[in-house]
């Protein structure tokens, strides 16, 4: 495609998908010459006919250099698009209709706006295993393997923007962020602004963000302020990371949310031990069935969902167990805290606690309570708030690692070059059946082994002995 019929072909895009206004359009167009170094161009009436938006682009920035494409790219998009204020507007318009028009709206301009990669996302391999969690491979997104390195890749030296989620990143141009748009609401009396992830990770992920630069904690606070998000986002889930290093959150030093509109494998699963407590009589609580160490408290009284939340977060933060080799603090700091994610369930706040310890011990210097090292060879990130509900995102490397796996399943033996898979070797060797399914059902077991490694508690009987000491006590 030649580049005036591309450049025609995007700004017909832009008018249709991107609210792009008949008045602003010369300029548009002149604000994309310049951005791509050209004065003029072939003036032609193209029409846009659903050609892959990466069709386009790349047509016109064929000349570019190619470090320095995606940027442009991105600049391009920025160009032909609302303003921050204009996005704000529309958002403000959608929710007076209700909170999901206003969302749904918002997802599908940032897709249109190719900030997020929707059409890249949709190619990452995700299945279900027979344990219900959802695997998922992202091709997308670089792995870090190294914990300290995932830390370091977001915190900028220097000072602007001050992080990787600061506001201050909305159109800036170095970190390819021209076409990033954030909409503004307050929850628990802060000012706060919601985004979606450019490579999300489930339908309509995205991350709420202090207004402030100011780091993570999870305490009241951070209740009340999931539960203000809920009034504002019925449809939404909503959580953070524990806010200690190594146990999920990789921006430590600004307070975020993850959330979405997906529920996640976790959020199905039932209360597998009820528990009472004199003070909430309203509240129905329990130890979850699942793989890892949770709670969930459930009411309509979001002020004792609350409270009850807090008095386990508060407990768990000092309980001592080294029987259990539970350990609140030592010389290398705090070890113990919470995950807490949240949903509506009809007219019922339903708080899922999540309980994380991240102490390390001669034997497992990357966390006692981290993924063990024999399935590092499938993941050695730690695992966060994501993974814990039971959606794996798993490194793109093992599309083509898995893919050989399966070539010696088949030849009946494990070259040396894939000794570290010996494991997976071994267990499909003892399943029956389609070996695509065998590797799938593999994976998944993997995955719900990596979470019993970050189960705090082994046993719901050692859950419940805990909580005992907070007052609970099984029905
Ligand atoms: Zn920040």
Redesign the pocket.
């Known amino acids: 495609m030649d580049f005036s019929t591309a450049l025609g072909k995007l700004m017909d895009y832009a008018s249709r998908y991107l609210a792009l206004k008949k008045r602003n359009e010369i300029y548009a167009r002149n604000t994309v010459l310049m951005l791509l170094g050209r004065e003029s161009w072939e003036e032609c009436a193209a029409v846009y006919e659903g050609e892959p938006l990466a069709v386009l682009l790349d047509a016109l920035t064929a000349e570019i250099d190619e470090a320095e494409r995606e940027k442009v790219q991105d600049a391009v998009m920025g160009a032909v698009m609302l303003s921050p204020a204009e996005v704000e507007d529309a958002f403000s318009a959608h929710y007076a209709k209700s909170p999901a028009d206003a969302t749904d709206w918002f997802y599908r301009y940032c897709v249109a706006s190719n900030y997020v990669k929707k059409a890249l996302l949709d190619q990452n391999p995700r299945f279900t295993g027979s344990n219900g969690l959802v695997v998922t491979i992202n091709r997308t997104k670089p792995e870090f393997r190294d914990p300290k390195k995932a830390m370091s890749g977001n915190s900028v030296k220097g000072g602007y ?3 990787s ?2 506001r201050e990143n909305e159109g800036y141009s170095p970190r390819g962020k021209r076409t990033l748009r954030t909409v503004s609401f307050t929850l628990a009396d802060g000012k706060w602004f919601w985004q979606f992830s450019p490579y999300g990770y489930f339908y309509q992920h995205g991350i709420a963000v202090n207004e402030r ?1 100011t780091p993570m904690h999870v305490d009241g606070a951070t209740f009340a302020a999931l539960m203000d998000f809920l009034d504002a986002f019925p449809h939404y889930f909503i959580g953070c990371n524990a806010a200690l290093p190594s146990i999920g959150g990789s921006v430590l ?2 307070d975020h949310f993850q959330g979405g509109g997906e529920m996640l494998p976790m959020f199905a699963a039932k209360v597998a031990v009820p528990l009472r407590h004199d003070r909430f009589p309203g509240l129905e609580m329990g130890i979850l069935d699942w793989f890892n160490t949770v709670v969930r408290i459930e009411g309509e009284d979001a002020g004792a969902v609350m409270a009850a939340s807090e008095l386990i977060a508060n407990f768990w933060k000092s309980y001592r167990n080294e029987a259990l080799g539970l350990i609140p603090e030592d010389e290398n700091g705090r070890h113990h805290a919470v995950s807490p994610t949240v949903y509506m369930n009809g007219r019922k706040y339903c708080m899922n606690l999540i309980f994380r310890s991240n102490i390390t011990s001669s034997e497992f210097p990357d966390g006692v309570f981290h993924v063990h090292p024999e399935f590092h060879i499938i993941k050695k990130e730690s695992i966060g708030l994501i993974e814990a509900q039971g959606l794996f995102i798993l490194p793109g490397r093992l599309v083509e690692q898995l893919g050989a796996l399966k070539k010696a399943i088949a030849a009946g033996s494990l070259p040396p070059e894939l000794e570290e898979f010996r494991l997976l070797y071994d267990e499909i060797g003892q399943m029956d059946g389609d070996p695509d399914a065998c590797i799938r059902e593999e994976l998944a077991s993997i995955c719900e082994r990596m979470l019993q490694n970050t189960a705090v508690f082994k046993t719901h009987a050692e859950t419940a002995e805990f909580l005992k000491g907070a007052g609970f006590y099984v029905e």
């Open positions: 923007p001050k992080c989620i600061c630069h030093a600004h």
